[in-house]
């Protein structure tokens, strides 16, 4: 990933990368789902989601309540 972008959240579903993105993009946050599913066996791999490095506290918060229902 560029320079100044962070990780803030992994999934291994595609649906729940985009409730994640929904949530940081209602709050204003610009968001980037990197998909790292193997294109053969799609049961591998992870979608994260990447934010400025100056929004990571703020989406780190938004986002706590969909990483404890995991």
């Keep these: ?3 100044g972008w962070t990780e803030v959240y992994m999934t291994g579903t595609e649906y729940e990368a985009e ?18 599913h193997d294109t053969v066996y799609q049961s591998f791999g992870d979608f994260i ?13 938004l ?5 404890e229902g995991e």
């Design 1 to 3: 990933m560029e320079k």
């Design 19 to 36: 409730m994640a993105k929904d949530i940081l993009a209602n709050a204003g946050i610009k968001s980037v789902i990197l998909n790292q």
């Design 49 to 61: 989601l990447y934010v400025s490095e100056a929004d990571y506290n703020k989406a780190v918060e």
């Design 63 to 67: 986002l706590k309540n969909l990483k």
